[in-house]
């Protein structure tokens, strides 16, 4: 393993996952662990990291790399690049809304360098592959001394900025199960102050299978809605997906749906927006989603 | 620690500090300071360079995850022409008004032709912005810089067009 100190903080840069591990176990002060750098460098820059801490880089572990399709499972490595999950032949072809989302991050030079184990573990609320990544009902891999552990997205987060992963362990991996129908319908839409650079607002993915016209009303097998940005950390909207699942979609019960969101939802209230805006946006967003599955 | 940076074709070696950003690396040991430091944040584009072909904000990448790379700053990027490149000629032909943003646009405008002259396919005004979305100039409103793009993209595509015998 490198040993690297100059600054104060000491930088570790160990050769395996089986290393990296180790350190996390050994360490007493609490480690930050290092991968693209674009929300940690930021933070050491001004001087948010404690000065007696340990940085453990993991950038060089090759074999948290590669995305790739195993008995019709996608496996992505947790040192994925947003440019390489946006621009993945196989993301693009079976999770198209994957691949949007890591395409809208930021910016170029960001989605080169930003990776999806990042985005997951460094638990900003508008975190974008969040919405996505919970629609798709994907799970995690943490792996520690013990072996690994899988845990679904959906019950990564025991509140703002605050993932369940224990301080011995590391994400190596996010695993999405196969599509289980052909006909599915997404949706994908956040609100910023701006088209790029901008942390969202409000961010909703949305996930249909099984769509049904039947003139005026639209029926759907499986709903899956995912929220973001809009309070302390993304969730999905299970009383809402619940009530799509087992009613028709026609004008009134759209609305409906919309009244169950609000209701579900706790929106922030910080330096981005109001509670009142995020809940106006946040139901906007779903009645343009139903409204898409009856046009399509 | 010691790194090693392959810089605009030039091997350089120093020693620094891990965790040093690559921005200032280049700026101050490298006394390449064509690169500029806007917010340190990653959403300026300013501190735009090449790493290993892909376009990054240097003040992002600590300069050990950089040891042994391939790195392109503005002051590079005319190595195959003489003097500056089209695109460089272009953007203060479009008349910059505070300059800062454009080592920045430079770098990312040329990452944009590298891979555009590739495929050879035309490029329309939305692909280059989408190109430039990291990239903040507080100026000029986005145009001329486009437009100049544009121009540099058809006079490169037209250079390297394959001439016949006696042309």
Known sequence: MKTMSGTDLLLLAPGSVGEAVQVLIDAEEQVRVIAGGTCLMPQISAGEVRPEGVVLDIWQLEQLRGIRMEEGWLRIGALSTFTEVHESSIVRGRFPILAAAAGSLASLQVRNRA???????????????????????????????????????????????????????????????????????????????????????VSLAGHAEGVEKK?????????????????????????????????????????????????????????????????????????????????? | MKVVLEVNGKRYERDVSGLERLLDVLRGSLGLTGTKDGCGDGECGSCTVLLNGQAVNSCLVPVSQADGAAIITVEGVGIDFEGDHPLQQALYEAGPQCGFCVPGIIMSGFAFLERQLKSGEPVNEEDIRRALTGNLCRCSGYSSIVDAIASTYVRLLDERRPRRAGA
């Open chain 1, 115 to 201: 990776t999806v184990g990042g985005n997951i573990m460094h638990a900003s609320p508008g975190a974008d592959l969040l919405p996505p990544l919970l629609v798709l009902d994907a799970s995690v891999t943490l792996l520690s001394n013990e072996g690994p552990r899988r845990v679904p997205v959906y019950s990564f987060y025991a509140g703002h900025r605050r993932p369940i992963a224990r301080p011995s362990e590391l994400l190596t991996e996010v695993l999405i199960p196969p599509p289980s129908r052909e006909d599915c319908h997404d949706y994908l839409r956040k609100s910023g102050s701006r088209g790029s650079l901008a942390v969202p607002k």
């Open chain 1, 215 to 296: 003139g005026d009303e639209v029926s759907l097998a499986r709903i899956r809605i995912g929220i973001g940005a809009l309070s302390e950390f993304p969730t999905r909207l299970f009383e809402t997906e619940r009530f799509l699942e087992n009613n028709v979609l026609d004008p009134v019960s759209v609305e409906k749906a919309v009244q169950i969101l609000s209701s579900e939802i706790t929106p922030s209230d910080d330096e981005r927006s109001t509670p009142e805006y995020r809940r106006l946006v946040a139901g906007n967003m779903l009645r343009e989603f139903l409204q898409s599955l009856s046009s399509s």
